[in-house]
């Protein structure tokens, strides 16, 4: 019978604890979780035929629109502007002539143009 009594005087003992304890704190910090937070500014891109200044030499230029265009095994959409048949009628940068090989062709180990070109924005408010 002691042995029951330890038990249940231990267990009210330890949920009084419980009670005792700080509420957890929530990352939201104040706000109710009920209010929604602000979406973020929309991206400003340069104006469009603007290339944007580097910052150190040997830098690959920056892309000065969104860069949301598909790249597959199959099709590089960069090349629809990009390409130095076309570049000048779309006001694009060509690419670079580094970048193909003997044959013309764009070589393999450029073909993915978001391994070393970036997109660049201006956004009207600054991260926290």
Partial sequence: MTHWKLIVVA????????????????????????????????????????ALPRTFVHQPPLIPHKASYPIT???????????????????????????????????DAYYFCKQCHVPQQTLTSEAK
Avoid: F, I
Wanted: charged share 20%.
């Fill in 11 to 50: 267990t009210l003992g330890l949920s009084g604890l419980t009670w005792a304890a700080e509420a957890p704190q929530s990352l939201r910090g104040t706000t109710p979780v009920s209010d929604s937070a602000s979406p973020p500014p929309m991206a400003q891109y340069p104006a469009k035929g603007k």
């Fill in 73 to 107: 095994r199959e099709r590089n959409s960069c090349k629809g502007c990009h390409d130095p048949a076309r570049a000048a009628k779309m006001k694009a940068t060509p690419t670079h002539a580094s970048h193909y090989d003997s044959a013309g062709e764009l070589n």
